[in-house]
């Protein structure tokens, strides 16, 4: 966890100063009055934003190695020694109750999109009432829960204590990220007690059968589920 945090800070350092780099760049060039087209520009920052990804692609794929080889070492410390490998368990169980394991199992998988049968020009009523909105999004995470899911992700990011599903404007972000419609929840636990999410009169059905979205549910026996990827900090939450 060491490890990731370091590398979440570095780059988070390199955003930051990647940041104040493009926007001394744009001052210099207003200022100067250069005959650069915004096409020139475009393309710049365009690349300045490839390069820091190919950075932090290559630090994630180091903190990902990073991570197997402490797992090796530990199993390899763990063996032939009872207390260890209760202790080893334990820190296995704690990272799948984190979200920090990538687990698989059997459960459903649930999609909404917005209507796409209505033309927004020619509804006479709200043309927001025809799109999935954040709150119809943490209304069904929420059922979900309630029914037992043992883990969950919204086109592929993990739901965990701290996850945060907002709006921004007509954009939506799950852990920060931006997803955009159609929304796959996918959820791992018991089928038959997941499955009646999608009951008469529930939240499912509403905006199936009354709202006019499109929202499906189905089982599925091999589902995946990546672990979360951002860094599990507790800022308020001590321990005695």
Request: aromatic share 6%; hydrophobic share 35%; with cysteine.
């Amino acid at each position: 966890m060491n490890n990731k945090k370091v590398i979440s800070l570095i780059i988070g350092c390199m955003c930051v100063l990647l940041s104040y780099g493009i926007c001394a760049q744009i001052k210099t060039i207003n200022a100067i009055g250069t005959t650069t087209s915004s096409n020139e520009t475009e393309n710049g920052l365009r690349d300045s934003i490839l390069r820091l990804k190919e950075r932090y692609d290559n630090l994630y794929e180091t903190l990902e190695n990073a991570e197997k080889e402490l797992e090796t070492e530990r199993t390899n410390a763990t063996q032939n020694n009872t207390e260890l490998q209760e202790l080893e368990s334990n820190i296995t169980e704690g990272n799948k109750a984190l979200g920090l394991t990538e687990v698989t199992g059997s459960g459903v998988i649930v999609t909404l999109n917005d209507n796409q049968s209505i033309s927004q020009n020619n509804f006479l009523g709200d043309p927001n009432d025809l799109l999935v909105h954040y709150s119809d999004i943490i209304r069904v995470v929420n059922e979900l829960k309630n029914a037992g899911a043992e883990a969950i992700s919204i086109n592929g990011q993990r739901i965990v204590a701290n996850s945060v599903i907002d709006c921004d404007g007509s954009v939506i972000r799950v852990n920060g990220v931006k997803i955009g419609a159609p929304f796959e929840i996918k959820a791992i636990g018991l089928q038959e007690t997941l499955v009646m999410v999608d009951r008469y009169g529930g939240y499912l059905w509403s905006m199936r059968e009354e709202w006019l979205l499109e929202a499906e549910l189905k089982r599925a026996d091999n589902i995946t589920i990546p672990k979360y990827s951002g860094v599990i900090k507790f800022e308020y939450a001590e321990s005695e």
